[in-house]
């Protein structure tokens, strides 16, 4: 081989080299990166969901009742369309379409789900972010960062514990 | 090989290098470092908020479901023990100290939801109920959380319990006299031999939890006393 053709060949092969360098390691920095902020701003997050969950369970429904307490009633009383409507009237408010389309809020007693509402959800627009590491994602155009937050909550009934889970899915922007 | 063509592979070579020891130095050996706990604290303090609030919603409806239970059972015995029989006896251990024995019931249903109490007053109808202070602490590597949240609740009772103390003053001034108990208060009463029993309206709705349901009714309170052994000695008059 002539010397300027093997010249050539090294000078593009190291630029091909160095393209796949920059290229894994800016996947590799901004992924870790990328990690770091996850777990300072989750916790915010967090709070936020909390906070959202506590406001929900204590807004005043009717005599003095809050939504707890209708929780706690449905249950013993088997009828819940009056927890599906405020709940359903709550969320929808809480909860821009645009920015949060995901929202979900379940009851367990001993483990055992007795009441579940959702936002209207399709799936196959979003794509739910369960892991950063996850390269795939990064090229995904509406990701989906659901959150949740359980509370324990007392019963009459000492024998029993409840659990009420607000799940919440924000847009990355 | 070209002197000019050494450039490129040795410069994508100290790239690779350059890079490779950063990545190592920022996210691998770097782990620990105080740079990577940025946010930690506040993640901390986040935290404390958040389980202090949890823990005072908790803590209201304990002291709420512990009231509706006492109301409860202290309606059941008369507002004094259960070996009384719903007969009251004054300055026996069948007195209706009323206040007294329904905070030592209301006492018996919160411990069993776990809380300490530091004290609990009645004042009219209302409940005053001190816990202990919600703590929480945590220590990190450059950072101390020590968050304390003083609990105190009022519940109004569902139960006119200043109504049947009156009553109860009444009828033991009543007693002290020697006049008759049967038109002393103006409360519904019947006239058995030597035991009358009265009844007094309770005019709100109390929440009782039985059999696995939770219901909202009216119950009346009633209680006996036996003219002749009141426990207490009419006055003399000199």
Known sequence: MKKGNESGLTIVFSLFFLVIILTLFSVLFSQSALNKTDLATKEINLAELNINLINYLRTPVENGLTVRDLIVNSYYNNDYKKLDNITNNIFNKVYDKEKCPLWDVEGEIDKKEFFEYESEFDIRKYSLQQSPRNILTLFTKDKILPNSYTIEIILPDKSKKAEITLTEGCLNE | MNKKAVFMPVF???????????????????????????????????????????????????????????????????????????????????????????????????????????????????????????????????????????????????????????????????????????????EKNQVQGSIIQFTVENNKNILVFEQGKLESKRQDFTFKINTNNIGIEKQKVF
């Open chain 2, 12 to 186: 994508s070579f100290l790239v690779l290098i350059l890079l490779t020891g950063a990545y190592y130095e920022l996210f691998i050996k770097g782990i620990n470092n105080q740079y990577n706990s940025i946010g930690e604290n506040q993640k901390e303090i986040i935290q404390a908020y958040n389980k202090g609030q949890e823990y005072e919603l908790n803590a209201e409806y304990a002291v709420r479901y512990s009231s509706y239970s006492a109301i409860q059972d202290f309606i059941k015995n008369s507002g004094v023990l259960e070996k009384c029989n719903n007969t009251w006896q004054f300055n026996s251990e069948c007195d209706p100290d009323l206040q007294n024995n329904f905070i030592n019931l209301f006492n018996l249903e919160l411990s069993s939801y776990n809380y300490k109490l530091k004290e609990v007053k009645l004042q009219e109808n209302t409940l005053i109920v001190t816990l202990e202070d919600f703590n929480y602490q945590k220590e990190l590597k450059n950072f101390k959380v020590n968050y304390a949240l003083p609990i105190i609740i009022k519940q109004d009772m569902t139960f006119d319990l200043k109504k049947i103390t009156d009553i109860k003053e009444e009828i033991r001034k009543c007693a002290e006299k020697g006049e008759d108990l049967n038109t002393c208060v103006n």
